[in-house]
């Protein structure tokens, strides 16, 4: 098993920034892919954004391309998503996921993730 512990959330004015934090254990950092989802309420939860399981190559929804970005230290058993420019669109419970591909969390969203943290809210003012 795997336990996954989210920090980092709270409220942000438009335009600040946020690096929210993911502290694995219970199973080797390095063996799994990361990622990030959001759910907003009355909407479904969706893909943010992840990092493959060494590093390096991510994906990212198209919504946040550009102003995020997702990366893992191993070391630390530890992955952060450090969000930009924040919209009040943003606004939502962000959960850490991690899973065996980076792609298969991409392409099929919350069905590719083996384990979820309890999320984080972020809330992004006007």
């Known amino acids: 098993q795997v336990q996954l512990v989210e920090s980092g959330g709270g409220t942000v004015q438009a335009g600040g920034s946020l690096r929210l934090s993911c502290s694995a254990s219970?199973?080797?950092?390095?063996?799994?892919?990361m990622g990030w989802f959001r759910q907003a309420p009355g909407k479904e939860r969706e893909f943010v954004a992840a990092i493959i399981k060494t590093g390096g190559r991510t994906y990212y929804i198209d919504s946040v391309k550009g102003r995020s970005t997702v990366s893992r230290d191993n070391a630390k058993n530890t992955a952060y998503l450090q969000m930009n420019s924040l919209k009040p669109e943003d606004t939502a419970v962000y959960y850490c996921a991690a899973g065996p591909s980076a792609l298969s969390m991409y392409t099929v969203g919350p069905g590719g993730v083996e384990y979820w943290g309890k999320g984080t809210l972020v809330t992004v003012s006007s």
């Open positions: 219970g199973r080797t950092f390095s063996s799994s892919a």
